[in-house]
């Protein structure tokens, strides 16, 4: 393990008014005094934007066009008979253009970067898909991209480091740290300190300073708002739960984001890894506290000096310390029940779904459907449950074979 000291920034007063970026207790801006230019114009250029109706018609209109919007529901039978499960379906953010539901927020950041006269764009992946899905949008609306990632996330996700490059962007490999997803948002963000004047930083998940949280969860509500609609047209009512694996959060918070206000059960799946002790998983609201990472308050895997832990999870794209304010802040009103799963749970979820449906899940996704094949002689027969498939899996098969983890295929 390699604990890492958190710089703990005093939050800005200049930024922050009332309850602003605020989920409960949660969320904020804590900054070094480079950030707070950047963020402060980014503030201004959100609300306007996020407002303006011709703005978000051109929006969701390049969604549809481009990325490939709406993803259908897919109900899994076989799926269901093999477990003994209820009446389940897929939502299928895996059939959009580029593999995962990051395509959503890519776009939406880069229309909006555009609007501010930003040309070059900065990210940071993990799984690639962000990655992938941001040197995408970036290549049709002609815009420059570097992509920041972990050395360790590139060896395990090489498709995806490949299709970045394809796609014009620069990849930098980032070898400090435990050359993961944290250490690629601490370099983006170095970059960004020193580069804003032209430069806007793409953040992938709903975390991160105020107003990222709350503009990925903008970007990535469509999948919620297709889902309450799609279910009424397949099954005349709202779903009786939905369940999506949580990483830092914006696939999850996405498809939950039209349901906050009704009776319907959300649950949320960390990385539960290979065991229960800190550096063995990714299960923030299993052991984590509140603490400071990357300009947010939030949950936290951090020790009793608040020293930040490194995580493990087979799944790259949930490998990370933190979580998503709004999560911490649904964690902590019981809204939304988390838990997480193991590793050889996700591996056998991951083999099921391919062998029963033809459908080959993220081992990210594979997390909500380990969750349902353990508790699912537990959930009543008639109920209607919805998974988010936030990703395809192909980027992880190389993963899978180099570890020896399909061995038992014919």
């Not at 490059?165 to 970059?191: H, M, Q």
């Amino acid at each position: 393990m390699h604990p890492e000291n958190t710089t703990v920034y005093r939050e800005s007063e200049r930024v922050m008014t009332n309850n602003n970026g605020r989920f409960g207790k949660y969320g904020g801006m804590y900054v070094p005094e480079l950030l707070v230019a950047p963020i402060k114009a980014l503030i201004a250029a959100y609300n306007d934007l996020s407002s303006d109706k011709v703005f978000m018609d051109s929006f969701n209109h390049t969604l549809e066009v481009y990325a490939g919007r709406p993803t259908p529901l897919t109900p899994i039978k076989r799926f269901s008979q093999a477990i003994g499960g209820p009446n389940i379906f897929l939502k299928r953010e895996d059939l959009l253009h580029t593999g995962a539901h990051k395509i959503n927020n890519a776009l939406g950041q880069c229309l909006l970067a555009q609007k501010m006269g930003k040309r070059r764009i900065i990210a940071e992946t993990g799984a690639g898909q962000h990655g992938v899905a941001t040197a995408a949008a970036c290549a049709y609306l002609g815009l420059d991209c570097v992509v920041y990632m972990g050395s360790i996330d590139a060896e395990r996700q090489s498709p995806n480091v490949a299709r970045m490059k394809l796609l014009g962007a620069k990849v930098i490999y980032v070898e400090k740290g435990s050359k993961t997803l944290k250490d690629a948002v601490n370099e983006a963000l170095r970059d960004w300190a020193s580069s804003y004047d032209d430069t806007h930083y793409c953040l992938g998940s709903a975390l991160g300073p105020h107003p990222f949280p709350a503009m990925v969860e903008l970007f990535q509500s469509v999948i919620g708002k297709e889902v309450k609609q799609q279910s009424q047209s397949l099954i005349s009512k709202n779903p009786d739960m939905i369940i999506a694996c949580v990483g830092g959060g914006s696939n999850a918070i996405g498809i939950f984001s039209s349901f906050l206000d009704d009776d319907v059960e959300l649950i949320g799946v960390e990385a539960g890894g290979t065991g229960d002790k800190l550096g063995q998983h990714a299960a923030r609201f299993q052991c984590g506290k509140p603490g400071i990472l990357h300009g947010c308050f939030s949950y936290l895997l951090q020790d009793e000096h608040g020293q930040v832990f490194d995580t493990h999870s087979i799944s790259a794209g949930l490998d990370y310390p933190s979580v998503g304010p709004h999560h911490a802040e649904l964690h902590d009103s019981k809204r939304v029940f988390y838990t997480s799963v193991t590793d050889d749970e996700v591996i056998n979820a991951f083999k099921l779904l391919s062998r029963t449906e033809g459908i080959i899940p993220a081992l990210e996704s594979s997390h909500a459907l380990a969750y349902i094949i353990k508790t699912a002689d537990k959930i009543d027969p008639m109920k209607n449950v919805i998974i988010n498939l936030s990703g395809r899996g192909d980027k992880d098969l190389p993963q899978f074979f180099s570890e020896n983890l399909l061995d038992d295929l014919a």
